[in-house]
């Protein structure tokens, strides 16, 4: 039985998807949310029953590729599969009331089911052709969702932005997958718990070097790490609320957990050797975040933007090659989808309102205009900007300390730079948060907004959609203990117990 | 010794079977009454099949037949059925059983005169069949000549259409030169070696030669007829026009078993015939793979024809299966062999798959433009869900996976053999691949441009040959993407 308990993580959604494809359009359309759900709800307390009893799956698939079908759990990937399948049920709470322009829910459903079991398959995967595949499935639901249901706010409309995703993606993912087979061929397995405990023996340092590379492109793209990341801002502006919110708050955690689960355990040498230059792309990422950010004129591309910062203090964390710099990145890895996915909630319940997210037009006066959406807003951007207490501090702070002690072997001068730097980025990205909420929610409202009808205030709809977000978030900033004791073994064993 | 060769008519049923039955479907369709010219089709669908059946009491055995006695060794056969054989068989018999099926309704609605119609298919479908079991170079050559003959004429079959006649006009001319070329390398190889069968070429070969030069001019020479048939570059130039000016069906013939015979020669005269050299021809297929997928993926961005996209989509898609071949400079032929024939069995699935939906428009929009697949979702679901199960699998992505796990192996054999820069390259290509895939794919499920106002446009109805075509190529395609072991376990036993 207990085998079976992860591929029905993943039958679910699947099978959701599949029956809305053959299900009546009229009626599908009317009953494609409240099925997905239901759906989506089952999927949640699957994964929640995964997490407890984490069982294993492996059976061979295709011997002659040596892919098989292993899926299992960890202390690692459990709350990345929680994060996922507790995010895709709020969006499908959220579209419950709040339906996007362009219609046809059916589709929609079923390419956000398609999207979940992507993302959770990539997260359970065990053997690196396998998450190879699951890193795929994503990218054809995720490049529907913005071409068919996105906005036209971004130069060159919402279908160059989302060519420009799948593209730079895939080109990512390719010779990620020249890696995995490099790695595969010399190795003899592609089963990321062998591979993990050999802790890279039998690979020469050139091979390291070499698939580390290869794999890091890919994850690189993914996260996305400066200066790789030229997809994401046109991709999440353009993209609906729903698939901003899964796009920030679980996609770009693929990559992260790529490096974490193969590129650093698989190839421990190479990623030795390619540390201080993650490192420094990450601080660079950190500060061009936060410049642009504060370059911003459009609501959610700064939010889009600030991921590029947050996503460096993650692989600032995964370069410094320490329990500490890991946990901590995971941490961050987690807040980050927290916060941003309600902050693309919330910029989107903005941007319906308003029509547009241009900070200019937007003007000041939200809390005046609607006190519980501006209040909401202000408690995300200080979440995002590490306000102790809340989840977003404890990540980022790890990730520091960890830079201010990185493991044996880098250079500590250097990564004591790397630290410097990162404060500095800090520092701006406290700015560019309290410049926002001070432009957007503080002041007076424009006399256009005034008179109009439609600006309701949060609805108690979208109050009970969001509360969840903002509850763990909370939980999360005071109880730190119970995630890292989750993690910190697994990341132990996946550094081959160094420290 | 009696001089009468022992024939093993079992080994040899399936190309002889196609051939009489070939002559038949002739005869019979000058004494059918015009109102009953659809029975040749059928026939010959029914006789493809029953040549299939023949395949199988042959699985698992290896039969060799007109073969010389050695002296001391092995005798050298010219005619031998094996693993790699019958797997090359059974694409031919199956891709040409879709063909047919999809030729039913063209031949009645362009008015092609039947007989003559299938028995030119039936002829170069035997022609295929021998390829596939040939072991000697007059067998190899005779047996490409048998595909490609019938195919001039099967291309310009539309008398009236002067694009047809253009069609079939370049491909007689490439041919020709290509063969020219080939037959002049084969004759050197011949008086270089003195040998015709690929085995004892191959042993002769081994030995140290002061003429090696030469015999590696000859080897070049002689891989330009293959060339041409799989359409690499700088072969491939008919490719696009051909396609688009032969019947649709004729073209899906072309693309999937006349190519995947050009494939079988051309992987038969290189691992049997010229292995000791695979480190001299190795290096220059790698070149010619990586131009063919280059040149065939950035011509296909601009089309806006169904078919040329198509066509040049398969030019690029040869450039994917020469890859394991551009890998065996190493030698490890038996490493890279099985994963150009799982990629060539893969691509017949699907593109067969993407050749029944766009012959089925066609047949409605005979302009067969991108536009008109606009809202192809809405009218037809399942055909459109089928195309578009086709152009992700010859993209590579999920849901596709018979694509992906086919670029898998592709994949796996330059990085198993060190030659990263076209595992570099053929990475590259399959990003930009995935853009006109993709870009045909989301056309299906745009909105219907509704400018004449009628709203939806009319459905399609579809005749049960076409729809079993379409339903047994998506079936095929479904299948191998979840289990696509099948297609990928043939190590073929060499020699």
Known sequence: MSELLLPLLLAVPLAGAVLLLVAPPRRGERLAVPFGLAVTTVTFLVSVWVTVATPETDVEWVPNLGLRFHLG???????????????????????????????????????????????????????????????????????????????????????????????????????????????????????????????????????????????GLGFAVKTPMWPLHSWL???????????????????????????????????????????PWLGALAVAGIVYGALACLAQRDLKRLIAFSSVGHMGFVLLGIATLTPVGLNGALYANIAHGLITGLLFFLAGAVKDRHHTSELDILGGGLYERMPRLGGLLAFAAVASLGLPGLAGFWGEMLVLLAAFDPAAGLSRPYFLVLMAVAGVGVV??????????????????????????????????????????VALVVVLGLWPGWLLEASDPVVRTLLGGRS | MSRVQEIDYLAIAAPLLVALLGLGV???????????????????????????GLLLPLVGERRATFCLPGDGGLPACSYVVDDLTLVFQALVV???????????????????????????????VAGALTLAASRDLLTLVVALEVVSLPAFALVALRRFDSRSSEAALKLFLVSVVSTAVMLFGLSLVYGLTGEVHLSRIAAALAAPSASEPAIVLAVTLALAGFGFKVAAVPFHFWAPDTYQGAPVPVAAYLSVVSKAAGFVGLALLLTEGFAPYADRWSPAVAVVAALTMTVGNLAALRQTHAVRLLAWSSVAQSGYMLVPLGSAAGGDLG?????????????????????????????????????????????EPLSAFALAF???????????????????????????????????????????????????????????????????????????????????TLGAALLFSLAPDPLLSFPPTLR
């Open chain 2, 26 to 52: 002739l005869v019979l369709d000058a004494f059918l009454p015009p109102a009953r010219r659809a029975v040749a089709g059928w026939v010959t669908a029914a006789g493809l099949a029953v040549a299939g």
């Open chain 1, 233 to 275: 801002p046109d991709a999440h502006t353009a993209a609906p609320t729903v698939g901003s919110v899964l796009l920030a708050g679980v996609l770009l955690k693929m990559g992260t957990y790529g490096f974490i689960r193969i590129a650093v355990p698989v190839v421990p040498d190479g990623a030795r050797t390619v540390a």
């Open chain 1, 73 to 215: 759990i960890d202390g690692v990937s459990a709350p990345l599969v929680l994060l996922t399948a507790f995010l895709t049920v709020l969006c499908m709470a959220y579209l419950l009331r709040v339906r996007p322009e362009a219609g046809r829910l059916r589709a929609l459903v079923g390419l956000l089911l398609l999207l979940e079991v992507g993302m959770l398959g990539t997260f359970v995967a065990l053997d690196m052709l396998l998450f190879f595949v699951f890193f795929e499935v994503v990218l054809v639901p995720m490049w529907f969702v913005i071409a068919q249901w996105g906005d036209d706010s971004v130069p060159g409309g919402r279908r160059r932005a989302a060519n420009v995703f799948i593209l730079f993606t895939l080109l990512g993912s390719v010779v990620m997958l020249v890696g995995m087979l490099l790695v595969g061929t010399k190795a003899g397995t592609f089963d990321l718990t062998v591979l993990a405990e050999r802790q890279g023996a039998g690979l020469s340092h050139t091979v390291q070097v070499l698939a580390f590379l290869a794999l």
């Open chain 2, 94 to 124: 199956g891709g040409a059983l879709v063909c047919v099926l999809l030729s039913l309704d063209t031949v009645r609605d362009s008015a092609l005169p039947a007989g003559e119609y299938f028995f030119l298919l039936l002829a170069s």
């Open chain 2, 390 to 472: 086709s152009l992700a699998c010859l993209a590579g992505l999920p849901p596709g996976l018979l694509g992906l796990f086919a670029k898998v192996v592709v994949f796996r054999a330059p990085v198993d053999q060190g030659v990263g820069w076209l595992a570099v390259v053929m990475a590259l290509n399959v990003v930009v691949g995935l853009y006109y895939y993709l870009t045909w794919a989301t056309a299906l499920y745009a909105r219907a441009p509704d400018a004449a106002g009628t709203g939806r446009p009319p459905s399609y109805r579809i005749s049960w040959s076409d729809g079993l075509a379409i339903g047994a």
């Open chain 1, 428 to 469: 701006l990205t406290t700015t560019y948060f309290v410049a926002l909420v001070r432009r957007v929610a503080q002041g007076t409202s424009f006399e256009a907004w005034r008179d109009a009808v439609l600006l309701r205030d949060a609805s108690r709809h979208e109050l009970l959609v969001w509360a969840p977000v």
């Open chain 2, 335 to 379: 490493a890279v062999l099985p994963a150009t024939i799982a990629y060539v069995l893969a691509y017949a699935v699907m593109n067969l798959g993407a050749f029944s939906v766009v012959t089925l428009v066609g047949r409605h929009r005979p302009a067969n433009l991108l536009e008109d697949y606009r809202g192809l979702g809405r009218t």
